[in-house]
């Protein structure tokens, strides 16, 4: 037992002496002997705190603020621009003029069928002689002016010699596009040839017909031929 005693008591001193200098009294000294690190810990706001000292926060950066795009003007609000409707021209057909117009000159029936004649003759330029024939396929002198006569339901013999006793014989001062001319050629003593007038130029006459050699020409008053074989001119009843 006094053994026992003894050994607890020379264990103590010794604890006591080896112990006093390994006591820690502060963290500061447990860290300076390396026998002690503070655990660190990361806040999700990228704070740091350790468990020894007061955590200091990480200062902010300041955010840029971008500067407001500068505001365009409000848009004027759109007037409607009424355009003046144009003046509407008062329609022909709404006035009437009661006042005879002195410029206002109708041809006369003479004429106005005159031209009429020539103009469906002018349609025959071309087509070829034929005997007898009074178509578009050929035709002769009479036949010509029978196939336009026809188009204004107008009778008249179908020969030139009789028809050259129909109607009234006109002077050549009076001459008018749509009359007849009448000839004798190749030394007969009678009409054998016939024509309708186109145009009167002065003195000259040009005349329309079926030609032997050329079919349905223009010819003129001032070719030898037919200077030297003119008889007369007629007017075509029921034309004046």
């Known amino acids: 037992m006094t053994r026992l005693r003894f050994f607890f008591l020379i264990s ?14 502060s963290k500061k000294q447990a860290m ?3 026998v002690y690190q503070p655990r660190t810990e990361t806040t999700s706001t990228g704070v740091t705190k350790t468990s020894t000292e007061t955590a200091v926060a990480t200062p902010k950066v300041p955010a840029v603020t971008k500067p407001a795009a500068a ?20 329609s022909k057909k709404n006035i009437i003029n009661e006042e005879p117009d002195s410029d206002l000159v109708f041809p006369s029936f003479t004429n106005y069928l005159g031209n009429q004649m020539i103009n469906n003759a002018m349609g025959f330029l071309g087509v070829r002689y034929r005997g007898g024939g009074t178509t578009p396929a050929g035709m002769d002198c009479s036949g010509m002016v029978t196939a336009v006569l026809n188009i204004f339901d107008i009778k008249m013999p179908r020969s030139s010699h009789e028809m050259a006793q129909v109607g009234e014989k006109v002077d050549l001062a009076d001459v008018q596009a749509g009359d007849l001319i009448f000839f004798k050629t190749n030394g007969r003593s009678i009409i054998n040839h016939v024509g309708m007038v186109v145009e009167i130029i002065g003195d000259e006459i040009k005349f329309i017909h079926s030609s032997t ?23 075509i009843p029921n034309k004046a």
């Open 12 to 25: 103590f001193l010794m604890f006591t002496f080896v112990g006093s200098s390994q006591i820690i009294t």
């Open 32 to 34: 300076k002997k390396g």
């Open 71 to 90: 505001q365009k003007p409000a848009p004027k609000p759109e007037v409607a621009v009424t355009k003046p409707k144009p003046q509407t021209k008062p």
């Open 213 to 235: 050699n050329k079919g349905v020409i223009i010819s003129s008053t001032k070719e030898p031929y037919y200077k030297r074989s003119f008889v007369q001119i007629n007017r």
